[in-house]
């Protein structure tokens, strides 16, 4: 599943080819990814208006319009995807033999970037203004951005009695960071998962503060090396399993103490950590 790191990448990577286009006009091929919206309101309210600007807010994709604006969330396995132009789009999309899964596609003055998800959980949605997004409007503090500071997240930890695991992965508190991430947060913090947040002693926060911001930036240079490639619908981020020091490594020997990996179950998701040196 994208998090922040993943999601920055792409708009890293899709900035230069959509910012300032004109989207012409809008297919929905399949109209599940606009649910719970209409896809003729998505298609309406696009098509004709100029991407101003490409823009990130936690997990979510902002195409911000000259009137109102687009979001676009890649839940499990969204991706996008980009065409040379319609008539390419259209002896591609969908199609039996050699075809590419496409569920939306914004056909712009060059190009036409697509968005897919074969599962479809992921969405494309309009919005008058960024405030009438429910998702948009609940979202924390972006670890990306200047107002996550040490004490401004020392304070919010203080204020939560969850464990630090949950913590984390509440995007009202900080938006981004999902299951993989915050593993590797509190590995890196040295911090045992299911701490209650509030217990946290100011070094002890000032060093998760410090983690967070270390362990995004580490993936993120990962994630935009080499950059996605939305010709490619088949890529996805390679590398990733290479610098992950808790994430999916149940068994194998903690890269800082050789003691094996745990997992533990929390709140439905597996929590990977070291015994010894998380405490
Ligand atoms: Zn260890």
Known sequence: MPELPEVE???????????????????????????????????LQAQGRRIRIVARKGKYVLLV?????????????????????RRELLKLANQAENGVHVDVAFELDKGVLGFADRRHFGRVHV????????????LGIDPLSRDFTSSRFTQLLAGS????????????????????????????ARLDPRRHANTLKPQEARRLHKAIVSVLARALECCLHP??????????????????????????????????IRRVAQGGRSTYWCGRCQQ
């Open 9 to 43: 990448a792409v708009v890293r990577t899709l900035r230069p080819l959509a910012q300032g286009r004109r989207i012409r006009c809008v297919h929905v091929f399949h109209p599940i990814a606009t649910k719970p919206q209409s896809a003729s309101r998505v298609a």
């Open 65 to 85: 319009l000259d009137r109102g604006l687009l979001t676009m969330h890649f839940r499990l396995a969204g991706q996008l995807l980009w065409f040379s132009n």
């Open 127 to 138: 919005w008058e203004s960024a405030d009438d997004s429910p998702g948009l409007r609940v």
């Open 161 to 188: 009695k969850r464990s630090l695991k949950d913590f984390l992965l509440d995007q009202t508190r900080v938006a981004g960071i999902g299951n993989i991430y915050s593993c590797e947060s509190l590995c890196h």
């Open 227 to 260: 950059a996605p490639d939305f010709r490619d619908p088949d890529w996805w981020f390679q590398g990733l399993e290479n610098i992950l020091r808790a994430y999916g490594r149940e068994g194998k020997p903690c890269r800082r103490c050789g003691q094996p």
